[in-house]
């Protein structure tokens, strides 16, 4: 068998073993529906050309030739059907435009049987010779207008779309153009330039290079961005020329003492191997972190977490805690719009606090969207889930039914990721990005960021929150002691006041400003002593009867003294009584 019939043959089971794997990948999406017919098709052709080629005899062959044509025509058709849907629909196009293409494909497909179809077919060593009639025609400004239509709207949708959508595309696009490239030097060039056709299989097995790109746009869950994929290639070509130069001219220059002292070439040629093989992984992380700096633009993530996640954590001011993470979020990721919501007590809703919209989109900051419903459909998913959901995963792998309703739910608020803030499994809040300025995807390490920066934030939030609740409970008793009529006096386990209310001013005559954090002996003595006999006891005081001395003459007072543990404190425990003069 020779090398046409080898790559033919592996082209045609490669091709339909493709298709089933991206069919079974996500069954009810359409995208891989169309695959499967698609690459199928693809299959099925490679495999006639194989058995033009295996055939015993002209007739034999042109039955396979003629049989080729019907399944050209179903490749042909959905090409053009994949493309209208992929990446940005979840449902087909029109009933009546898919009609009018798969009848115009139909029509053409009887080609195959034209009587002028084949002039003639002539059988040599790895090589059939045919020429066609006038019937391919028709046939062959059907193929190259609607595979140029079908190129031409992917290449509108690589100019509109954005993120994952448009890095989908393009790598269709990429394998279109290997298909191109390839099939245009085994079926042209090669035989107009060397004058064989005996590479002419392998433009079939070219296109098998556009089902490649086709199925890891649709099937792959973490897609490499097309120029980070180049940027890769290209450091470790860099680096593996530098170390094979080096390894070569070190080779050359110890020759000659190698020889003198009689070193065997295969020992040499182990220690320089081993050498280069340690040098190359340095030096191809070198030359990656140097493209890297070169190309990136930006904020650095990473460094952004770090002040972020420290500037968090530090922060007690709920609404200015939130302000910055949205600020953090735009500044490293460079979205059109970032939305942090926090749950309501009262409803349960999700309020917007902190908005932020790039002067490139026409917005400013502080427009607030409307409050969030937990029975929202994304709120729900981004609860159950506890972590990152992006639009393109929706759109990819969520089930049908399920994709639709979050994916227009994601259209209402104009969010591409969705990040929850989540506290022991309850959702505190909801952080939503738009897509990205550049119109670039968000990548792996991005959606790492987020879930990074939502985690902090929702610890930061929940001590912020804790904090609040502790300041507003702390002025809610002030009020309560300013109000109250009786004397209120508060004193740590080393008998420091640290408690004074405006009622034990009056009583005691004694400004809360000369007593606060000063020992209990500049109070009255029977107050005095019945703070130590409660602290020395333990024990609740009741009816403790004493009396002041004012200047218009004694004051008859009864108080109640009791140990208390205060959680909110750093000291263990206090003692505390209620005066009330009888």
């Not at 600020?327 to 990721?333: E, W």
Request: hydrophobic share 50%.
């Amino acid at each position: 068998m020779n090398a046409n019939l080898i790559a033919l043959a592996v082209t045609s089971v490669g091709a339909i073993g493709l298709g089933i794997a991206v069919y079974q990948r996500n069954p009810d999406r359409i995208w891989n529906r169309l695959f499967a017919i698609h690459a199928t098709s693809g299959g099925l052709w490679t495999f006639t050309n194989y058995m033009i080629m295996a055939a015993d005899s002209p007739s034999e062959a042109g039955l396979w030739l003629r049989l080729s044509h019907p399944t050209v025509a179903v490749l042909i058709c959905t090409a053009l059907d994949f493309a209208w849907v992929f990446p940005d629909r979840i449902d087909y196009v029109a009933t009546r435009k898919r009609a009018l293409l798969y009848t115009v494909g139909a029509v053409f497909g009887m080609v195959a049987f034209a009587p002028d179809l084949v002039e003639s077919i002539t059988l040599a060593p790895g090589l059939v010779d045919i020429t066609y009639g006038w019937a391919l025609i028709p046939f062959g400004i059907f193929t190259m207008g609607t595979l140029g239509y079908a190129d031409f709207v992917l290449l509108r949708k690589a100019v509109r779309l954005r993120g994952v959508q448009r890095v989908q595309v393009i790598w269709v696009l990429v394998g279109l153009a290997g298909t191109h490239i390839i099939g245009s030097l085994a079926i042209i060039i090669i035989p107009l330039v060397w004058g064989t056709t005996a590479y002419s299989g392998w433009g079939a097995v070219g296109y098998f290079i556009t089902l490649v790109g086709m199925s890891y746009a649709i099937a792959k869950h973490k897609l490499m961005r097309p120029e980070m994929a180049l940027r890769r290639l290209a450091s470790a070509t860099v680096a593996a020329g530098l170390v094979l130069s080096i390894g070569i001219a070190a080779l050359q220059s110890v020759q000659p003492a190698l020889s003198d002292w009689g070193v065997p070439p295969s020992l040499a040629y182990v220690i320089v191997g081993l050498a280069m093989g340690m040098l190359i992984v340095g030096l191809h992380e070198r030359v990656s972190d140097f493209m890297r700096r070169v190309l990136s633009a930006g904020s650095d993530p990473a460094s952004v977490h770090a002040e972020t996640s420290s500037h968090l954590l530090r922060t007690l001011d709920s609404d200015q805690l939130l302000r910055y993470l949205g600020r953090a979020l735009s500044d490293a990721l460079e979205p059109t719009s970032v939305v942090v919501y926090t749950r309501e007590t009262q409803n349960g809703q999700l309020v917007a606090k902190a908005v932020i919209q790039s002067n490139e989109a026409s917005g400013r900051d502080g427009d607030r969207p409307e409050p969030l419903e937990l029975s929202n459909r994304i709120v729900e998913v981004a609860s159950e889930e506890g972590g990152v959901v992006t639009r393109d995963h929706v759109f990819r792998f969520a089930m049908l039914e399920d994709a639709r309703r979050l994916a227009l739910a994601m259209s209402d608020l104009d969010a591409h990721v969705v990040a929850p803030m989540v506290w022991e499994d309850e959702l505190i809040g909801l952080v939503t990005l738009g897509s990205k300025l550049s119109g670039d995807m968000y990548g792996e390490d991005d959606l790492r960021f987020v879930a990074d920066m939502t985690l902090q934030a929702s610890l930061a939030l929940r001590n912020a929150q804790l904090y609040a609740q502790t300041a507003a409970l702390k002025d809610f008793n002030e009020r309560i002691l300013r109000q109250m009529d009786n004397a209120v006096v508060v004193t740590d386990p080393g008998e420091r006041i640290v408690v004074f209310n405006e009622a034990a001013e009056r009583l005691f005559g004694l400004s809360s400003s000369k007593v606060l954090g000063r020992g209990i002996e500049v109070l009255p003595e029977g107050i005095a002593n019945c703070i130590r006999a409660s602290l020395g006891s333990g024990r609740v005081l009741p009816n403790q009867h004493f009396e002041i001395e004012r200047a218009g003459g004694t004051v008859p007072c009864r108080s109640r003294a009791a140990r208390r543990r205060w959680r909110a404190t750093a000291e263990a425990r206090r003692a505390r009584w209620r005066l009330s003069v009888t």
